[in-house]
């Protein structure tokens, strides 16, 4: 350390642990006021203090609640703050994903979890939270045949130090070329107990995908262009790689047979189906998603949750003049 740390981490416990103002700060250290700023900078930069904000809403709120009753939920958490970007809302997402993810998670259990950015920003923000006979069991295949990354090792490594897990990785990719490749493929014996280990998993924990040219899904060199363009035209989302329309049906039944991922219909029999996603963008595939029963468990950002809510009371409303719904029964 030099003297410019010393002096920084003098004005950050002048500052934050007793309180004095900047210029208060000044005058005890005999320096200018700009430079108490500097040194204040400079303290959190070297990372000599920490600010962490804990925002009550992450954990109870009107917006979680009324997601509750309008989707039949056992928790919501949503991320208070208006983010300007779609990766803002996803860091906001990753970091109460988090803090849920430690909660959920206890001794001997096992874990299953997907990729991809929300994986990435939920991992990124999981701390040391030791458990005993926990595994963690990659949900589907994360082998990449483009530049694009999936992270999915990544995000292994970080849930397994964070609570001192067992890995299972499904070292494949997530949709092969052929029927064939994938049916031989699952037929050895250990591909064959990873998958079925995720079909047992204690807490399921992945994102739901929204489907855009952009998207990761789209790109990772497993489907041919008319594949493509028939997901861009039918599909709303997908659900560990599970691409859907907007009734909830199979989007291409025929990926179905080349996709190494625990089927939605193993999936909807686990206990706790935590889904984390962030953005606007989302909205039209996690509304799906959460009528068709997927998830048991909620992260979201307030500018998504909000999204949700008045989708749902717009759709409701129609039904209420279209008379196929009470009004006494609306549960918005």
Known sequence: MDKRDEQSIDALKLYYQQGLSQAEVAARLGISRP??????????????????????????????ARLERCYGLSCVRVAHGHAVTEDEAIDQVGRVGADLVSQLVHDGMSVGISWGRTMSAVAS??????????RVVQLKGGTSFSARATHDFEVMRAFCKAFT????????????????TASIVCKDQAIMKILEEGRNVDVAVFTIGAISNEVISLNLGHLGE?????????AVGDALSH????????????LEARTVSISLEHL????????????????????????????????????????????????VMEEVGDGTRDVEHLSI
């Open 35 to 64: 430079t108490v700023a500097k040194l204040l900078a400079h303290g959190r930069d070297r990372g000599f203090v920490t600010i962490s904000i804990h925002d009550p809403r992450d954990e109870a709120s009107e917006l979680a």
């Open 125 to 134: 923000y999981l701390t040391r939270s030791p458990r005993q006979g926990v």
């Open 165 to 180: 897990a067992q890995p299972r990785y499904l070292p494949l990719p997530v949709i092969f070329q052929s029927t064939k």
């Open 226 to 234: 008319e594949e493509v363009d028939t997901l861009l035209h039918k």
């Open 243 to 254: 691409f859907f329309t907007e009734s909830g049906q199979v989007a291409i039944p025929e």
């Open 268 to 315: 909807r029999t686990r206990p706790v189906r935590l889904v984390v996603a962030g953005g606007n963008v989302k909205m039209r595939a996690l509304d799906t998603a959460l009528r068709i029963g997927i998830a048991t468990h909620l992260v979201v950002d307030q500018d998504l949750a909000a999204a949700l809510l008045d989708m749902r009371e717009r759709n």
